[in-house]
């Protein structure tokens, strides 16, 4: 039973279609009523409602399949397969399984730089650094950019700051383009290629945590241009290399991080982009939500992944919780500045 005064306050309820935190209260995760007590409705951790929860937190089958599956090396996924020849795992493959794909994942359960996984799986990361400054994820040598930003801002969600990782954020701003994007991690290495909205937000997003824990230290990057492509391309269907996707913007996914509304209003958001072009994207992802509160999970995986696939059509709790988050923040900040 959810109690009458858990919900969020009037007038941040009031920019919903329903109140987000009512409906998140009723799942069965304690991980996931725990969460919307502390990161929605702003209570305390010691506070009696969610410090009820702590010694149930494990319970999560998200947080368990993770942590389970991890080695004691530190990496996701050791199908043989997935070995170079110089017997380096690749944290990059398979899509959804390896290493890199559990990263955000972590950081959305709310994991920190005290826990054991991403510690480890921290120290793997550092290990692969090439002398370009990017992560050799795939122990080929291979530059892959969207990846590299996922792994980025997924660790500095988590609690490591930008001078852990400096080089791989200096080599992201690097890669900006004349559009003020980043390309297709399979047109990288082609100057002409135009950017993609995946990439940029991504990018933008790593970037833009980076600024947030300590905006002392500086990546070349012109971040007008980056917000300016954002925003006049969020409804874009290219997908670099790729057959483009009907109404790309609406494809809303979890444990999946590609190109949607969610992923480029937060990239906006943590940006700090102007108000007008976080309330343009923010307004389009509330178009999203269900009268009942929650958002669907939109695209059905044809991949394995170490998480259970939420099948399309169906509510997701950690859609609904990302949404939520980067919605109130949005407003909270707009009536800030009044």
């Known amino acids: ?53 702590l010694p149930r ?14 080695t004691p090396d530190g990496f996701w996924h050791t199908n043989d397969l997935y070995f170079n020849r110089s017997g380096r795992v690749n944290l990059y493959g398979p899509k959804y399984a390896a290493s890199v794909w559990q990263l955000p994942i972590l950081a959305d359960l709310g994991f920190t730089t005290d826990d054991g996984a991403p510690a480890r799986a921290f120290e793997l990361f550092a290990g692969r650094l090439t002398a370009d400054g990017f992560c050799d994820l795939t122990g080929k040598g291979y530059p892959l950019l969207r990846a590299n930003a996922i792994a980025c801002y997924a660790f500095l969600r988590m609690g490591w700051g930008p001078s852990d990782l400096g080089a791989p954020l200096a080599w992201l701003a690097a890669q900006q383009r004349a559009d003020g994007g980043w390309a297709d991690v399979h047109e990288i290495r082609e100057p002409d290629a135009p950017s993609t909205v995946a990439t940029t937000s991504h ?79 923010a307004e389009l992802l509330i178009e999203l939500q269900t009268p009942k509160g929650f958002w669907r999970q939109r695209v059905r995986f044809v991949v394995p992944s170490v998480v259970s696939m939420v099948e399309p059509g169906h509510s997701s709790r950690w859609i609904t919780m990302r949404a939520a988050k980067v919605i109130i923040a949005i407003i909270r900040r707009t009536e800030s500045k009044k």
């Open 1 to 53: 039973m959810v109690d009458y005064e858990d919900r969020l306050p009037q007038k941040l309820a009031e920019s919903f279609k329903a109140d987000p935190a009512r409906w998140l209260l009723k799942a069965r995760s304690p991980l996931v009523r725990y969460r919307t007590y502390t990161d929605l409705l702003g209570y305390p951790p010691d506070h009696p409602k969610p410090a009820a929860l």
């Open 57 to 70: 937190l494990d319970e999560d089958p998200d947080l368990r399949a993770v942590l389970d599956s991890q």
């Open 203 to 281: 990018v933008t997003t790593a970037l833009g945590y980076a600024d947030r824990v300590d905006d002392v230290i500086a990546f070349k990057v012109e971040r007008e241009t980056a917000n300016n492509y954002l925003s006049n391309n969020l409804l874009s269907d290219y997908a670099g290399r790729f057959q483009p996707t009907r109404k790309p913007w609406r494809r809303l996914s979890w444990p999946q991080y590609d190109y949607d509304i969610l992923t480029v209003t937060e990239a906006l958001w943590v940006a700090g982009a102007p108000d007008e072009y976080e309330r343009k994207a």
